[in-house]
Structure formats: C-alpha cells, structure tokens
C-alpha cells in the first residue's frame, strides 16, 4: 500500500475516521502497523474491515485471527479484559477444542502463556500448551516449527514449577516428563527443519526469520550452542526485521536460558561468562547491554 506522505498510523486514523478502503488494502495497512508495533490502531482496523462482507473463506480466518493476536497484544486494553476477548474472538466461527487450523492452535497457545505471564495460575501453562502440543501433533513442516518450539518452552516452564512442587526431595516424575517432551520435540524439530533448509529449492525459508529463529532455540534449548550460534548469526544477517520479532525472539532465548539454571545461584556477570551467555550476547550485538537485567527479571516479560 502506498502511503504517499502518510505514516501507517496516520492512515489507520483517516480510516478510522471514515475513510474507505477495501479489505484488502485493510489486510496491507495491517501488516505495516505490527511493524511498527501500533497494535492498538492495528486492532480497530481489523474490527472494521471484519464488519465488510469477505467472499474469500482464507481472508475471513486471517482477519479473524489477527484481530485476535492484535487484541491480546494491544497494551492500551486492560489485562483484566484483553486475553479473555481475544479468545472470544478466535473462537468466532471456529471450535477451538477440535480446531485443526495450527495458526488458531498457535494463537490460543500464545494468548494462554501470557495470561500466565500475567497471573502466575499454572492452569493457563497447562491450557497453553495443550494447545502448542496439538498443533505440534499437526506437523512441524506445515508451521515451520512454531507452535512445536513453543511447546518445549511451554513444557520447560511446566517442568520447572513441577520440580518447585516436588516435596521431601524427591525427583518430580511430572518434572521430568515435561522436559523429557521438551527435549524430544526440539530434536524432532532439528531432525525436520535442517533437512529442509539444506535443500537448494528452499533457500527462500532460509531467509525467513521464524524459521530460521525456531531451529536456532531448539538448539539452544537442548544447550547445543555451537549450532545455536550459528542459526542465530544467519538470522542476525536477515535484513527488514521488525523490532517485535527482535525482541520476542531475544526476550524467548532469554527466559529459556534462566530456565536451564534454574534453581542454580547465579549473578548475572556469571551468566554473561556461560556458553549460553556468550551465545545471546554474540547475537544481540547492540542490546547486548540489556541482557544482564533481562537475565536477572527486571524488565517485564510480555513478548
């Protein structure tokens, strides 16, 4: 879409406004406001344009899946409200309990973890990823990965507070079930994706952040660094990344490596000295500054 002498903000709000504009056209105007991270604007656009009548059965998901993923994002709504309306508008239409659309699973998934995120109740861990899990179950080529390297890290962060839960000192059986599937669905991961991204036919995936992001974390999330280096240093070269996908990236590699020491004490000039330490800074480059105190939870956890 050509915005002429207009930022995407600026023309959401003539749309807003009144001005007309087709669904289509609606569908571009949205792309370039998740760049900019203007969820909020993204959120009235979407809600408008699902008001017009779409002949085109692929469209109508996709509208109603953003506007689902630009409400729970969209920080201008209260926590209280956001989540909760999210899921009612990706359940329009659509049976989220026998869905086997792998976007809808993912964005149930997402929208759950950050409700945990938010209240600490482990029952929306357990609804997050039993969603991530079913569309893992789905295929990991058809997603390229994403709601399977979602469900490791769903089933990390189950494991970690089973293993809190564990009393007397004994093992967690429940502990170590969540990292065992976490392990074998990261590895099922690499010995899918790998292969494809060697392929000479595919080399445009390879030039896809996501995707070259999901085998990077799986191999760090097994603390097979040396690979992760290397995806993360072929994704540092992708060119036209939007912050957001920077930093949910970066903040996702992060709480995985606080995961991998948990229960450990630890400083975060130690961390910075690990394999894993090394491996973000390396890939951070600029915001590498930040790392410390994301280590260490001082800033907010909202991917």
């Avoid at 699902?50 to 729970?72: E, F, G, M, N, P």
């Avoid at 009393?167 to 059986?173: A, D, F, N, P, V």
Wanted: hydrophobic fraction near 40%; proline fraction near 2%; charge should be negative.
């Amino acid at each position: 879409m050509n915005f002429k002498d207009k930022t995407p903000v600026q023309f959401a709000k003539e749309v807003l406004g009144g001005r007309e504009i087709s669904v289509a056209e609606s569908r571009n105007l949205v792309k370039q406001l998740k760049d900019e991270h203007a969820f909020g604007y993204a959120r009235k656009v979407l809600a408008r344009a699902r008001k017009s009548r779409v002949d085109d059965a692929q469209l109508a998901i996709w509208l109603r899946q953003q506007h689902a993923l630009c409400t729970y994002k969209d920080p201008d709504l209260p926590a209280s409200t956001r989540f909760d309306l999210a899921l009612e508008i990706l359940a329009t239409g659509e049976d989220l309990g026998a869905t086997k659309d792998q976007e809808t699973l993912g964005l149930a998934g997402a929208i759950h973890k950050r409700m945990w995120e938010v209240d600490g109740q482990r029952d929306h861990l357990e609804w997050s990823l039993s969603f991530y899990r079913r569309g893992y179950e789905l295929g990991v080529e058809p997603d390229a990965g994403y709601t399977a390297i979602n469900a490791a890290y769903v089933a990390d962060l189950l494991g970690v507070e089973s293993a809190a839960d564990a009393k007397g000192g004994l093992t967690s059986q429940a502990a170590a079930a969540y990292r065992k599937l976490a392990r074998t669905i990261r590895e099922d991961i690499i010995q899918t994706l790998v292969p494809l991204a060697e392929e000479p036919a595919n080399k445009l995936i390879t030039g896809q952040w996501w995707f070259v992001c999901t085998i990077a974390e799986a191999y760090f999330g097994l603390a097979r660094y040396d690979q992760a280096s290397e995806w993360l240093r072929e994704a540092a070269a992708i060119e036209n990344v939007s912050e957001w996908e920077f930093q949910s990236t970066a903040q996702q590699l992060t709480k995985l490596a606080r995961l991998q020491s948990a229960g450990e004490v630890d400083s975060g000039e130690t961390f910075r000295s690990s394999p894993a330490g090394r491996t973000l800074l390396a890939f951070l480059g600029n915001d590498a500054l930040g790392l410390q105190s994301a280590y260490l939870g001082k800033f907010g956890l909202a991917l």
